[in-house]
C-alpha cells in the first residue's frame, strides 16, 4: 500500500470516528433525554446503559467507517481508473 493511501486512511479514520462519536452523542442525547455515559465500563455506569451505548457507539462507527471507506476508493476509482488495492471492483466475487 502507498504511504500516500495509508496517510488518507489514517485520517480518514480519525475524521470518522470524531463525527460518529458527535452524530452518537447528538442521537442518545435526543432519544434518551440524558447525556450519553462519560465512561460506559465505569462500575457506576448501569449495565443497561453501558451495553447500549457499545452497540450504538458500534453500529455508528462501522457504518461511518464504511461510508468513508466506499467514498475513498470510489473517489480513487474515479481519479486513476483502479480499484485501491486489495479491493475488489464492483459486483459480489465467489458468488
Not at 470524531?18 to 457506576?44: C, F, I, M, Q, Y
Not at 443497561?48 to 462507527?61: F, P, R
Request: net charge positive; hydrophobic share 40%.
Amino acid at each position: 500500500m502507498a504511504m500516500g493511501s495509508k496517510l488518507v486512511g489514517i485520517g480518514t479514520g480519525l475524521a470518522v470516528r470524531k463525527l460518529s462519536e458527535k452524530g452518537l452523542n447528538k442521537v442518545w442525547r435526543k432519544t434518551r433525554h440524558t447525556a450519553p455515559p462519560a465512561d460506559p465500563a465505569s462500575p457506576g455506569t448501569p449495565w443497561a446503559e453501558a451495553l447500549s451505548y457499545a452497540v450504538a457507539s458500534g453500529v455508528a462507527i462501522g457504518v461511518a467507517r464504511l461510508v468513508a471507506t466506499r467514498g475513498a476508493a470510489t473517489a480513487k476509482m474515479k481519479l486513476t481508473g483502479k480499484a485501491p488495492e486489495g479491493m475488489e471492483g464492483p459486483g459480489r466475487k465467489g458468488r
